[in-house]
C-alpha cells in the first residue's frame, strides 16, 4: 500500500528515566535564539567544535546498504559543512554564537571552544571581550598522534581548548577525571611498601617528608596527552570529518557539570558531545546545520529520552513509500516494502530499500511523533529489519524514514 507523506512534526524518543535530550536541526545562531525564552541560565556547560577557518569543503562518504556497511566503506560521497575562509565572517558567526551561549549558561556553568592554530589567537581575544579575561581557566592543549610530518615546518600535531566560566560561582569537579598515573613518580624518590602492599615514593625536602602511592589518581594538567585522536579504521568512527575522541569529550563532561545538568552542543557534528553527556547521565541539546547529523544522532543517542525538533523541509517531493500493516495480538506489526528516492550518485546495483538509512514507527500524539519502534543500520546490524513490532494503541498510526542523505520523511500508515 503506498502511504500518504505528512508534514515534520517534532520527533519524540522515549525512553524513561533516561537523560532528557533535544536535537535541533539548523542554523547555529537562529536555533541558540529559539532556546533563550526556555533555556537562558539554565546550561550547566557548553562544548563547541566550531569550524577552523580552513575554507575548505568536507564531505562523507556515506554507506549505502547491508554489504557497504560490513566492508566499512561508503560509496556515496555527501557534503556536510563548508568551513569559513573570510576572518571577517568566521569572527562574526563566533561573535553571535559566544554571545548567545554565555546567556545560555547559568552562573555557574563553564564553556569550552575546541580551536587550532589559525583561530586560536582571534577566538581567545574574543572570549577575553564577551567572558571576560579574568574568566579564562585553562588554555588546555591536546596533543595528538596522527596523520604524515611535514618536512617544510614542525608538524602539527595539537589543538587547543579554550576553557572558560562564566562567573566566579563556576562549579569545576576536578575528582570526576581522576585517573592513575600512566609511570609512577622516580626521580630522586625512594621506593617502599607499606603493610597492606601498596607501593609508594617519598622524599624529603625542607626537613619534612613527603609520600607518594603509585596508585593514587592524579588529575590531568593543562596539557592533555593521554587521550588519542580517532584512527582511520577506529570502531568509533562514524565517517563524519573532523570527528572528535569519545574519551575527550567524556572529560570535559565529567569536569565540568554533574549527574542532571544540560550540556550544550551548537556545532553538533558527528555528535559526539551529545553522546557523552548522555552516557554520564546529563541531559542534552544539540544543533547543527548537516542532514546526516540527524542519522548519526539516531544511532547515538539510543537509550535517552529525547526530542528532534522539525528543520528546514527536505527539497523536493516525498519518495513514494510502501508498507503493510497486520494486526497481531496487542501488536501492529509494519512491513516495510518500497523507497523510491531518486538520490543522485546511488550506486547502479542498489538494491530497492538501500537508500534506508533508518525507520521507525509510532504514533501521532499532542502534536508530535512518538516513536515506538525504530531501527538504524550500522556496523553490528547492517543488514535492514523491514519488519516492525508497535502496541496496539487507539491514534494515528505513522512511520518515519530517514534515508542516506539525512532527509526525513514521515508517513500515515492505514491500520
Known amino acids: 500500500m503506498a502511504l500518504k507523506p505528512m508534514p515534520m512534526i517534532p520527533e519524540i524518543h522515549p525512553c524513561p528515566g533516561g537523560p532528557q535530550g533535544l536535537f535541533l536541526p539548523g542554523d ?67 561573535r553571535r554564537t559566544l554571545l548567545l551561549c554565555r546567556r545560555l549558561l547559568s552562573d555557574a556553568g563553564m564553556i569550552f571552544v575546541h580551536v587550532d592554530y589559525r583561530a586560536n589567537a582571534h577566538v581567545r581575544l574574543l572570549m577575553d571581550e564577551i567572558f571576560g579575561e579574568e574568566n579564562l581557566l585553562n588554555e588546555i592543549i591536546w596533543v595528538y598522534q596522527s596523520g604524515g610530518r611535514s618536512l617544510r615546518h614542525f608538524s602539527r600535531k595539537h589543538d587547543t581548548l579554550l576553557f572558560y566560566r562564566k562567573t566566579d560561582q563556576y562549579d569545576f569537579n576536578i575528582d570526576a577525571v581522576k585517573a592513575p598515573r600512566a609511570k609512577p613518580r ?46 582511520q579504521k577506529d570502531p568509533e568512527r562514524t565517517g563524519y570529518d573532523a570527528q572528535k575522541p569519545l574519551a575527550l569529550l567524556d572529560r570535559i563532561v565529567k569536569c565540568a557539570s554533574r549527574p542532571g545538568d544540560w550540556v550544550l552542543d551548537p556545532f553538533a557534528g558527528s555528535a559526539t558531545a551529545l553522546e557523552a553527556a548522555k552516557r554520564n547521565g546529563r541531559n542534552f541539546i544539540g544543533i547543527d546545520s548537516c542532514p546526516l547529523t540527524l542519522n548519526i544522532a ?19 517531493d516525498a519518495p513514494r513509500c510502501e508498507a503493510e500493516v497486520r494486526a497481531g495480538v496487542g501488536f501492529y506489526h509494519v512491513l516495510l516494502q518500497r523507497y523510491d528516492a531518486q538520490i543522485p550518485g546511488l550506486p547502479e546495483n542498489a538494491a530497492p530499500l538501500d537508500a534506508v538509512d533508518n525507520w521507525s514507527v509510532g504514533y501521532l500524539r499532542d502534536g508530535g511523533y512518538e516513536v515506538m519502534a525504530a531501527f538504524a ?12 513490532a508497535v502496541p496496539a494503541y487507539s491514534g494515528q498510526l505513522a512511520m518515519c524514514v530517514g534515508d542516506v542523505t539525512g532527509a526525513s520523511w514521515l508517513y500515515a500508515l492505514d491500520k
Open 298 to 316: 539516531r544511532r547515538r543517542l539510543e537509550g535517552a529520552d529525547w526530542r528532534i525538533l522539525p528543520g528546514e523541509a527536505p527539497r523536493g
Open 28 to 94: 547555529a545562531v537562529e536555533r541558540l535564539e529559539a532556546l533563550l525564552p526556555e533555556y537562558e541560565g539554565r546550561i550547566k556547560l557548553v562544548y563547541m567544535d566550531p569550524p577552523f577557518m580552513t575554507g575548505e569543503r568536507f564531505y562523507m562518504r556515506v554507506r549505502v546498504g547491508a554489504e557497504e556497511w560490513r566492508r566499512g566503506r561508503g560509496s556515496l560521497a555527501l557534503e556536510t559543512f563548508r568551513d569559513l575562509k573570510d576572518r571577517g565572517e568566521y569572527l562574526d558567526l563566533m
Open 186 to 231: 622516580t626521580s630522586h624518590m625512594r621506593r617502599h611498601v607499606d603493610p597492606d602492599g601498596r607501593v609508594y615514593r617519598s622524599i624529603r625536602t625542607n626537613g619534612r617528608i613527603y609520600t607518594y602511592y603509585d596508585d593514587d589518581p592524579i588529575a590531568p594538567s593543562d596539557v592533555w596527552q593521554d587521550l588519542n585522536h580517532l584512527q
Open 377 to 388: 543500520r550500522g556496523k553490528r546490524r547492517p543488514d535492514l529489519e523491514t519488519e516492525l
